[in-house]
């Protein structure tokens, strides 16, 4: 077990080759000029949001408020607009040098990938074979749940009964409301399905969220399934020269 617990957390170290966005001097310093651009419209826009604050707590004089708002909101409008045309320059940088960039991250992928299946010799082929199943096992029901998660029909009906119930509850001040819905002149229908299809949408993001979190965690295990695949290839790849080795020996 120990064996087995050590090639999981052998495992779970390996990270996935990142490739840098931009490998071109120019379009590295147009990115940064756009990150740049883009905190300082940020900045701005957090600043008008300050003086919005401050205009609703003093209420007063406001005229150097609208005027300091005017400036910060337009500044920060420029800024965000240059910040795009930067992004655009050092994306098209790229562009040209794709091919360049391609061969370079395959390079270093496969380099990568083969640094740490050579980490993986040091296990005998059984514990590799139990490794290889708990993390197909896990995949399998990781992929599971995120199906089940958007299949839920459970989840959505509980979702619009509760959105319906509350409607009524906020507008039911009153007997008259019973009343206009059994004579069919409820004019609050359409929001009471508004207010259904706005819950609907929250749960359809929250259940986005926990989606894009299971997809991590699966690419994850998918690739430390990736490295034990490569570790076999070497492994195989080196059993011949082995029985070579022998041959001129004996």
């Known amino acids: 077990?120990?064996?087995?617990?050590?090639?999981?957390?052998?495992?779970?170290?390996?990270?996935?080759?990142?490739?840098?966005?931009?490998?071109?001097?120019?379009?590295?310093?147009?990115?940064?000029?756009?990150?740049?651009?883009?905190?300082?419209?940020?900045?701005?826009?957090?600043a008008l949001l300050v003086l919005g604050a401050v205009d609703y707590f003093i209420?007063?004089?406001?005229?150097?408020?609208?005027?300091?708002?005017?400036?910060?909101?337009?500044?920060?409008?420029?800024?965000?607009?240059l910040s795009l045309a930067f992004n655009a320059v050092s994306s098209l940088i790229s562009l040209?040098?794709?091919?360049?960039?391609?061969?370079?991250?395959?390079?270093?992928?496969?380099?990568?990938?083969?640094?740490?299946?050579?980490?993986?010799?040091?296990?005998?082929?059984?514990t590799i074979a139990i490794a290889r199943h708990l993390l197909q096992s896990k995949l399998k029901r990781l992929e599971t749940n995120a199906i089940s998660l958007f299949g839920n029909t459970k989840l959505y009906a509980l979702t619009s009964l509760i959105a319906l119930s509350w409607k009524f509850y906020v507008d039911s001040e009153s007997i008259e409301l019973f009343d206009k819905i059994a004579s069919g002149k409820y004019d609050k229908f359409l929001e009471i399905i508004q207010a259904g299809a706005y819950c609907l949408l929250a749960i359809i993001f929250g259940a986005s969220i926990v989606t894009y979190i299971l997809s991590r965690i699966t690419e994850r295990y998918r690739y430390q399934l990736e490295v034990i695949d490569f570790s076999d290839l070497l492994a195989n790849q080196d059993e011949p020269q082995d029985r070579q080795h022998e041959a001129s020996r004996d």
């Not at 050590?6 to 990115?31: C, E, G, M, N, W």
């Not at 960039?101 to 050579?118: G, P």
Request: aromatic share 8%; with cysteine.
């Open 1 to 46: 077990m120990e064996q087995i617990r050590h090639i999981l957390d052998t495992l779970h170290s390996f990270k996935r080759y990142k490739p840098p966005t931009h490998r071109v001097k120019i379009a590295i310093r147009a990115d940064a000029a756009s990150s740049l651009t883009m905190i300082s419209a940020v900045v701005l826009f957090a």
């Open 96 to 126: 040209f040098n794709l091919e360049n960039e391609f061969h370079a991250d395959t390079v270093e992928a496969s380099a990568l990938i083969y640094k740490q299946a050579k980490k993986l010799q040091k296990f005998n082929k059984s």
């Open 59 to 81: 209420g007063e004089d406001r005229s150097w408020i609208v005027s300091c708002a005017k400036a910060i909101a337009i500044s920060s409008v420029l800024l965000g607009i």
